[in-house]
């Protein structure tokens, strides 16, 4: 909390936190944004894990019909004030197990197309469970080819701790190799309880040579609310991993594109979240435009409710100052390890020197950061400090956020400090 505060303090130049309303926009400003991704949250799975923050729910086919009428009307609603068809970047689906609504896939993606033209493809997580013939060749066929599978780990007593088992991860993933999507990301927690540097690397070797083009790593963090039998491992000792897995990964001659994500070189990025801007639909979702970002309600009836009232489902907004815009703007760009000038002025129409002068000077000068062609990248050395930040800005901000919203599915306000 000391850390997120201070540096926000810093960065931001002010004393003054980070403040969300209720209050709301029903016609969102979006056409002249650049670079604009699309997301839509599915909160079904069949059984629910211990150590998962996401908004989710066990599934209910009558239940998922409703909920697929009220996200259809939402993308109407926030769809229906253009004037012309927008193109945007990507389209995500997350969740929750979205291949549950394999079915409904098809028409939701036509309602965004009423509206929007998808340039760079579409991506879907999926869960073991999900990757069998018939349905890779559904997801095909409704034009996705992008897919990030829910592996987490392949070691057996690390899956046991997660409450998972291994589900014949090798056929699975020979299944989705010959399905030809462009992308593979395969998610893996490191640093679970008692994960040892050897099934780490065991882990993200076997991982790459079945097929993947990427492998996002996301540190175990025992989220407030989540129903954790394991606490986690001490800071020192997830770090340490870290730095193996990324010696390892450059060894092995693969590209850390992120803090946490690792890729073969020359393939596309799986990625939903380091985006410009993007508007997301259903429970729990985000929406960043230009100096906006807002959270759906967590209820799905409350949405459900909400969007038949011809009104979006928004539960908190926040309006950002220009700097705390920026600030944002960094935060995700240092996750991603480059900060482009050109970019950062295409959305904040200012240089990152006229906001951030002494910290990058500062930041070059202990190493945290080196110019390459007139771009930021940030240091090996450096991402090590960023990835505790990560983790704090995490446990500050999100445990925080995501904690309330799953109380109160339209809060008055939420302060983050
Ligand atoms: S980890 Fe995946 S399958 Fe498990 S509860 Fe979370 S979203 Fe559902």
Not at 204 to 212: C, L, N, P, R, V
Not at 355 to 377: D, N
Request: overall charge positive; charged content about 30%; glycine content about 6%.
């Amino acid at each position: 909390m000391l850390l997120t505060s201070l540096l926000r303090i810093i960065l931001t130049r002010s004393f003054r936190p980070f403040e969300f309303k209720n209050d709301y926009e029903n016609k969102l400003e979006y056409e002249s944004l650049e670079n604009l991704g699309l997301y839509v949250h599915i909160p079904f799975c069949r059984s629910l894990c211990s150590f998962c923050p996401y908004c989710k729910e066990k599934f209910d086919k009558e239940r998922a019909d409703l909920y697929k009428v009220a996200l259809l009307k939402e993308i109407e609603l926030v769809g229906k004030y253009q004037k012309n068809r927008k193109k945007v970047t990507s389209l995500y689906f997350g969740g929750g197990t979205p291949a549950l609504m394999i079915d409904d896939l098809c028409d939701i993606i036509d309602r965004l197309q009423q509206y929007f033209e998808i340039t760079g493809g579409i991506g879907i997580e999926l869960h073991p469970d999900d990757i069998i013939e018939v349905n890779l060749q559904k997801l095909k066929a409704a034009g996705i080819s992008m897919v990030s599978l829910g592996i987490q780990s392949l070691d057996e007593d690390c899956l046991e701790k997660l409450g998972r088992s291994n589900r014949d991860f090798i056929q699975k993933m020979d299944l989705v190799k010959k399905a030809e999507f462009e992308v593979i990301d395969v998610d893996l927690i490191f640093a679970i309880p008692g994960q040892t540097e050897e099934t780490l690397l065991n882990d993200i070797d076997m991982t790459f040579k079945m097929g993947a083009t990427q492998v996002s790593t996301y540190p175990f963090i025992d989220f407030t609310f989540a129903d954790n039998k394991y606490k986690p491992m001490g800071k020192k000792k997830k770090k340490k991993l870290l730095r193996v897995l990324s010696d390892h990964c450059s060894v092995c001659e693969i590209k850390r594109t992120s803090v946490w994500t690792f890729a073969k070189s020359e393939t596309k990025k799986y990625s939903s979240v380091t985006r410009d801007a993007f508007l997301g639909f259903g429970v729990s979702s985000t929406t960043l435009l230009k100096n906006t970002f807002k959270i759906n309600t967590f209820s799905i009836e409350e949405y459900i409710k909400r969007v038949d009232s011809e009104s979006l489902p928004t539960a908190l907004t926040i309006n950002f100052t220009p700097r705390q815009r920026a600030v944002y703007y960094l935060f995700w760009s240092a996750y991603g390890m480059e900060l482009d000038p050109v970019k950062f002025n295409r959305t904040l129409g200012a240089s990152p020197e006229s906001f951030f002068k002494f910290e990058l000077w500062f930041a070059e000068k202990i190493g945290f950061v080196k110019r390459e062609r007139g771009i930021y990248r940030l240091t090996d050395k450096a991402s090590y400090i960023y990835h505790n930040v990560e983790q704090a800005y995490t446990t500050a901000y999100i445990d925080k956020m995501w904690g309330l919203l799953r109380l109160n599915p339209f809060p008055e306000k939420m302060i983050l400090k």
